[in-house]
């Protein structure tokens, strides 16, 4: 089983940076396709960004566009979310995911087609 831990959250202020990690651990672990999503309290999980297994292809929430950015080592099974000028609204909790699939798909922003998570990671912006 695959295992995944964030880390990097945080409390900031609006306009700050900061940038999770998301580590990945276990003997079935591969370069799958990653994401990041949030969930703020009271409200659905939400699409932040994904990855392809290459880190070739991204895509990213309107949400977010410009302002965050998903990389990957795959050397260090690590997936990153950089997040700059950030606001009050980006408050959540973060969850890295993993999908073992070749192609990210059509599906990337659905967490129903991620099959393994992280536990999170909090993430508060001040105002």
């Known amino acids: 089983q695959v295992h995944l831990v964030e880390s990097g959250g945080g409390l900031v202020q609006a306009g700050g940076s900061l940038r999770l990690s998301c580590a990945a651990s276990g003997r079935t672990f591969s370069s799958g396709n990653m994401g990041w999503f949030r969930q703020a309290p009271g409200k659905e999980r939400e699409f932040v960004a994904a990855i392809s297994w290459s880190g070739g292809i991204t895509y990213y929430a309107d949400s977010v566009k410009g302002r965050f950015t998903i990389s990957r080592d795959n050397a260090e099974k690590t997936v990153y979310l950089q997040m700059n000028s950030l606001k009050p609204e980006d408050t959540a909790v973060y969850y890295c995911?993993?999908?073992?699939?070749?192609?990210?798909?059509?599906?990337?922003?659905?967490?129903?087609?991620?099959?393994?998570w992280g536990q999170g990671t909090q993430v508060t912006v001040s105002s």
């Open positions: 995911a993993t999908k073992a699939s070749f192609l990210l798909g059509p599906r990337y922003s659905d967490y129903q087609t991620y099959d393994y």
